[in-house]
Structure formats: C-alpha cells, structure tokens
C-alpha cells in the first residue's frame, strides 16, 4: 500500500510511446477508460513519436525529457512502455522523484535490478507494480476457471509453447542487450501465466537455449524453460523461431483431466475495442468425455482499474513488483542453468 494518501482522479503519465505495438496509445485508452485515473502528461525521448502522441491526445502535456516530467507535482502515476532494458534505470527515477509507478513485462531484466527496483519502492513509500496484463487474455481467464473448479483434478503438467520457424526481426526485440533475451518478450507473460496458476513455490529451473542459425541476430532461436515446483508440479515454456513443426500454445494435465488450447482468437481486438470480444475456445478432456469450452473476454482494462483501487483503496496490486521479480528469477536461472548444464536453484522461488 503507498504511504502518500490519493485522491480520484489519479494523475498520470505515460513514459515510452513507441510505434512496435503502439503500447503507449493502448496504455493511454485503458488510463482513460477508467473513472479513477486521468491522463494528464505523455514522455518520448524520440520527437518523432512525441509528435504522434501530441496528435492523438491534443489536451495531455507533452515532455521529451523525463526528468523535466518528474519535476511536476501534478503527475501521481507513471506507467513506463520502454525496452526492456531501460525499466529498472526509469522504475528508479519515477520512485526517487515520489511517483506510484506501475513498469510494463519483463519487470527488468534479472533479480539483482529487480530487487533495486523494489528497494526504492520501499525507501521512497510508493507503490510498484508490473503489468503482466495477459493473466487476463479470455483463453487464460477461461483455463483458470476450470482448474479452480477442480474439472481438471490435480493438475500436475503445463506446457506453454510459441512455436514457429523464420528469422526474428531486425528491430530491438531481436537484440539480446536491450531485450533480455529470445525468452523475455512473450515468454515472460508464459512464465507469468504457469507461475500464477501453480499454487506451491519453485525448487528448480533447467534451461535449453540454441544459437545456431542467424549470426546477426544476437537473442537466442529457441529457448526453454522447465520449472519443478514443490509440490511436484512441472512447467514448461517454450519460445522458438526454429520449429518448423510446432506444438499447441497450452497443454494442461491433471489427474481427471487435459486441456489443449491454441489461443487463437484469443486476444482478438484488444486494441480497437479495449475489451476483446472472445471469439476462441479450447479443448478439454475428462472422463466425461469431450468438450470445447469458449473463452471468457480479453478484459486488460481491470488492471488499471484494479491497479486504481489499489492506489484508492488499499486492495492488493494487481500484480506486486515481487511477482514480478519472480518471472525474473525464472528467466535468469534459465539461462544460468543452460550455461551450467545443470538445473539451477532459482533465488526467488
Ligand atoms: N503487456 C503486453 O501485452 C505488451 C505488448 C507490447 C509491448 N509490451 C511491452 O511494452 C514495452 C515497450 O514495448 P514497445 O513495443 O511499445 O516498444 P517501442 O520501441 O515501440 O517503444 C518504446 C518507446 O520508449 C521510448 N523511450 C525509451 N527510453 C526512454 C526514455 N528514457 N525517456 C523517454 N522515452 C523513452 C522510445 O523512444 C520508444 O518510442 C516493452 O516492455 C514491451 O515488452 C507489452
């Protein structure tokens, strides 16, 4: 809980408006689709995608420069939608100048910034968060609901796969110095997903990462995770552009039952409607039989409105900065153990 005392509406500002996935815009359409928060100021260092965001919201302060934004005491809230290896440095300076920050996936990129992060948090009495708002895609919403509804029985598997064969692209993505690595894009939000659906905590994490193919491509072509929790649980994602046969995006085993789900579909229209209609379903197999069960709706906006109610109110962060470093703590014992060739003790489990 932060220890400054808010008032709706919130006051906030977004940091990084690039054009990759248009993020900052779609940062922006959630901000102000909910009552509690008000956007009132927009930082990009590059004019050109300033410009763009001067364009799209003419009535919301525009600044090149951070630091001259966080010298206003009219900004609450800072949601940074910068490369990966910008967050932990920016995440520090918006809590050093007294703003609640929430950083978008991957937090950073390993615990030893994650844990940094976190302690300026604590010095500075803000609150720091993560958006892994894919927790809320209609295919994952829907899985979740028939594992707590125990359809599944003791669910003791899951693997999340992205499978596919081509040259990842040129732009910073590619780039294992800026993004962390081939798993840390879409697979932080895999590795979010299974650790959020496994109640138990990690004892082990083994890594298999191939460079093999493109030279001038620095991020691994495949890279994957296994993670053994407590209970005896296994995760296992994978993230590879080298597959040319794939496998299906979830693969769910329990003691009654198996869910097997492409998500196609699933995050249909997140942008043009905010709310996603769901348009997917996916297969689940008990000793009843068999059934398609339809995903539930893309509903990303509940993060900033739970992420308000937490700044209001005192309700949990929808996902807190330690949850965050854990997706962290799997990414960076992936890849010690794939070094080691040996399973690796993750440091936050
Ligand atoms: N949660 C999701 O579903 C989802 C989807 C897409 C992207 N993302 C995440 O959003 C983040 C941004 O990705 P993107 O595709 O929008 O990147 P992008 O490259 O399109 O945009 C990043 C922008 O940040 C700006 N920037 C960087 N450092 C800055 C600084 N110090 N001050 C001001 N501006 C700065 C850059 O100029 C650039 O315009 C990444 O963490 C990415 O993983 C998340």
């Known amino acids: 809980m932060p220890e400054k005392a808010l008032t709706s509406p919130i006051r906030c500002a977004i940091v990084g ?6 993020f900052g815009w779609v940062h922006a359409r ?20 300033l410009a763009k965001a001067q364009s799209d919201w003419p009535s919301v302060d525009a600044h090149l420069d951070l630091r001259e934004m966080l010298q206003r005491d009219d900004i609450d809230l800072v949601s940074v939608v910068t490369q990966h290896n ?12 007294g703003k609640q920050v929430v950083v978008e996936k991957p937090m950073c990129l390993n615990t030893a910034e994650a844990t940094a992060m976190i302690d300026a948090a604590q010095a500075a009495g803000r609150s720091l968060s993560v958006f892994h708002n894919r927790r809320r895609d209609g295919n994952v919403r829907a899985i979740r609901e028939v594992i707590e509804q125990g359809r599944l029985g003791r669910v003791f598997h899951i693997e999340v796969s992205a499978c596919g064969y081509g040259k990842p692209g040129a732009a910073w993505r590619s780039s294992k110095e800026v993004c962390g690595g081939a798993l840390y894009d879409w697979g932080a939000h895999a590795i979010d997903w299974v650790l959020s659906l496994v109640p138990s905590r990690m004892t082990q ?31 296992e994602i994978m993230q590879s552009s080298l597959a040319m046969v794939g496998k299906p995006l979830w693969r769910i085993l329990g003691t009654k039952g198996a869910i097997e789900d492409s998500g196609a579909g699933a995050i249909e229209g997140y942008c043009r409607e905010i709310i996603g209609p769901s348009i997917g379903s996916f297969r689940l197999v008990t000793e009843e039989g068999e059934t398609q069960v339809p995903y539930k709706e893309s509903d990303w906006v509940t993060h900033y409105a739970d992420l308000a109610d937490h700044l209001l109110r005192g309700a949990p962060a929808p996902v807190s ?29």
Do not use: M
């Open 205 to 235: 994490v083994t890594g298999f990462f191939h460079k093999l193919l493109w030279p001038d491509v620095s991020n691994e072509e495949q890279t994957r995770a296994i993670i053994l929790f407590e209970d005896g649980t296994v995760g």
């Open 30 to 49: 959630w901000i102000e689709a909910v009552p509690d928060l008000k956007l009132v100021a927009i930082c990009d260092r590059d004019p050109s995608c």
């Open 86 to 97: 910008t967050h932990a440095a920016i995440v520090i300076e918006c809590l050093n100048a």
């Open 321 to 349: 900065a330690e949850d965050g470093r854990r997706v962290i703590s799997v990414l960076e014992t992936a890849e010690r153990s794939a070094r080691s060739g040996r399973s690796e003790t993750p440091p936050y489990v």
């Open 17 to 22: 408006y690039g054009p990759t996935f248009n």
